[in-house]
């Protein structure tokens, strides 16, 4: 099962913190790492990806993604994938992957928070709107997969499991 983490405060995240998140996400993921970080309006923004590829394999599909103005982190997985796929090529959406989390981005891009309605699985993701400057975290309806956050001081830290939010912070 891959990990997430992330960030989002209005201090920079120092090198030595994203590296010890990632140090306790490493049981989660050993397939690749993936950070982003983004500075605006005086708020830092950083999303922590470890994986395990188990649906598509390539490296195509390592973490975060991002397309346009959005950006997200994903663990879990979308049973009907493969059909909201088709009805997003059906609208036009070309896909780099074959893998699930970049349907659910381009299901985002595409249909907004109305997403959430069509996704059936276990899954947790924070996707940040950098044109509407939100973030939304998500987890399925039955918290199958876990999604811990931390608010205090100006900070909101989340992560697949408690650890990392002790690293971050």
Same mark, same amino acid.
């Given at each position: 099962?891959?990990?997430?983490?992330?960030?989002?405060?209005?201090?920079?995240?120092?090198?030595?913190?994203?590296? %010890?998140?990632?140090?306790?996400?490493?049981? %989660?993921?050993?397939?690749?790492?993936?950070?982003?970080?983004?500075?605006?309006?005086?708020?830092?923004?950083?999303?922590?990806?470890?994986?395990?590829? !188990?649906?598509?394999?390539?490296?195509?599909?390592?973490?975060?993604?991002?397309?346009?103005?959005?950006?997200?982190?994903?663990? #879990?997985? !979308?049973?009907?994938?493969?059909?909201?796929?088709?009805?997003?090529?059906?609208?036009?959406?070309?896909?780099?992957?074959?893998?699930? #989390?970049?349907?659910?981005?381009? #299901?985002? !891009?595409?249909?907004?928070?109305?997403?959430?309605?069509?996704?059936?699985?276990?899954?947790?993701?924070?996707?940040?709107?950098?044109? %509407?400057?939100?973030?939304?975290?998500?987890?399925?309806?039955? #918290? !199958?997969?876990?999604?811990?956050?931390?608010?205090?001081?100006?900070?909101?830290?989340?992560?697949?499991?408690?650890?990392?939010?002790? %690293?971050?912070?």
């Amino acid at each position: 099962m891959c990990g997430i983490a992330g960030y989002y405060g209005n201090e920079p995240l120092e090198a030595e913190r994203v590296k %010890r998140a990632f140090e306790s996400m490493s049981n %989660r993921g050993p397939d690749a790492e993936g950070h982003f970080h983004e500075e605006k309006n005086g708020k830092h923004v950083h999303l922590l990806h470890s994986r395990l590829s !188990i649906i598509d394999l390539d490296e195509r599909s390592n973490q975060p993604w991002c397309a346009g103005n959005h950006v997200t982190v994903f663990n #879990g997985e !979308i049973y009907n994938f493969r059909r909201l796929r088709e009805a997003l090529v059906q609208q036009g959406v070309g896909f780099r992957t074959d893998g699930d #989390g970049e349907v659910l981005l381009q #299901g985002y !891009i595409t249909w907004g928070e109305a997403v959430l309605d069509k996704l059936e699985g276990m899954y947790t993701f924070v996707l940040v709107d950098r044109a %509407r400057n939100v973030a939304i975290a998500v987890r399925d309806p039955l #918290g !199958i997969k876990p999604l811990y956050m931390l608010r205090r001081n100006g900070l909101t830290a989340f992560a697949s499991e408690a650890r990392p939010l002790h %690293r971050l912070q």
